[in-house]
């Protein structure tokens, strides 16, 4: 079985700083694409940054110029450190990876979400 425990989220005031972490466990033979979704109130989930085994990052429009992602191949584990915060910002943050097991070549996984509330 392959986990994908998020961790970081919280509530902040509008221009503040949150930084998600992510970290994969279980019968892992290698990950390949990771990123992070967001999901608000009423709206579809959204992609807001990925990044592929080899650091080529990809970030919504939205968010560019703020947040980073990043990861670390030797930990399983990707982060997204999350600046300037607006709350349009606010949404349920998912963690996704294309993860390979000794018994799948790739499937894909959802962390179970961490709320980030931005508000004064």
């Known amino acids: 079985q392959v986990q994908l425990v998020e961790s970081g989220g919280g509530l902040v005031q509008p221009g503040g700083s949150l930084r998600l972490s992510c970290a994969a466990s279980g019968d892992i033979r290698s990950i390949n694409a990771m990123g992070w979704y967001r999901q608000a109130p009423g709206k579809e989930r959204e992609l807001v940054a990925d990044i592929s085994r080899g650091l080529r990052a990809n970030y919504a429009d939205s968010v560019k110029g703020r947040f980073t992602i990043s990861r670390d191949n030797a930990k399983n584990t990707v982060y997204l450190q999350m600046n300037s915060l607006k709350p349009e910002d606010t949404a349920v943050y998912y963690c996704?990876?294309?993860?390979?097991?000794?018994?799948?070549?790739?499937?894909?996984?959802w962390g179970q979400g961490t709320q980030v509330t931005v508000s004064s």
């Open positions: 996704q990876a294309y993860i390979a097991t000794l018994s799948v070549p790739s499937d894909l996984y």
